[in-house]
């Protein structure tokens, strides 16, 4: 059978972050254990994880509980634990993105961190920034006097219902990802903007 692929949904632990900026990553992988009817629960390597076949590969839902800046560490563990693990191959991680619109997702095969501090603690964790990742934008109209505030604060009740729709269309590049590839997936999904 094929190797098991990791989707990492990045975000802070607890119920007083539910509904934050930098929870989309969480919100994503939810979404898809939801739609895999299996739950993301069991404890490993700090992190929570669940089990589930998404378009015909296993996939290991994550959700670190390490809070956003040391999410590395339960990454690494976890890809420790499978002796076949390529991060090319083997990683996808989901996560917000303050220089994206808000509306906008973004795959990439690779890449910098681009000042995000969840992926730049899995790149030092892994020793390499050679993994797909999705970031999903929550830039808003106006300019962000306090960065680390913001990311952390709620999304307002006026955009609750584009944030679903991101997150749904995001969970559907994940499958597209598994289903046809990165590339095939960034063609299609990297073009469209939610109105």
Request: charged share 25%.
């Amino acid at each position: 059978m094929s190797s098991l692929f990791f989707i990492v949904g990045l975000g802070n632990p607890g119920r007083e972050y539910e509904w934050t900026r930098h929870n989309l990553g969480f919100m994503v992988v939810d979404l898809l254990a939801r739609q895999a009817e299996t739950q993301i629960k069991r404890a490993e390597c700090r992190a929570l994880t669940g089990r589930a076949v998404l378009e015909g590969r296993r996939v290991e839902l994550v959700k670190p509980q390490t809070y956003m800046n040391s999410s590395g560490e339960a990454v690494a563990c976890l890809a420790r634990k499978q002796p076949e693990f390529d991060p090319r191959r083997d990683l996808l991680v989901i996560c917000d993105d303050l220089a994206l619109p808000l509306g906008t997702i973004r795959l990439r095969a690779r890449g910098s961190a681009g000042g995000h501090n969840g992926l730049k603690s899995i790149i030092a964790a892994l020793g390499t920034q050679d993994f797909m990742r999705l970031r999903i934008g929550i830039k808003p109209d106006h300019p962000v006097a306090d960065t680390a505030a913001f990311v952390l604060e709620r999304f307002p009740v006026s955009v609750r219902r584009q944030v679903e729709e991101v997150v749904e269309r995001s969970a559907e590049a994940v499958r597209a990802v598994l289903r046809d590839g990165i590339e095939r997936a960034m063609a299609h999904y990297n073009q469209q903007r939610a109105e």
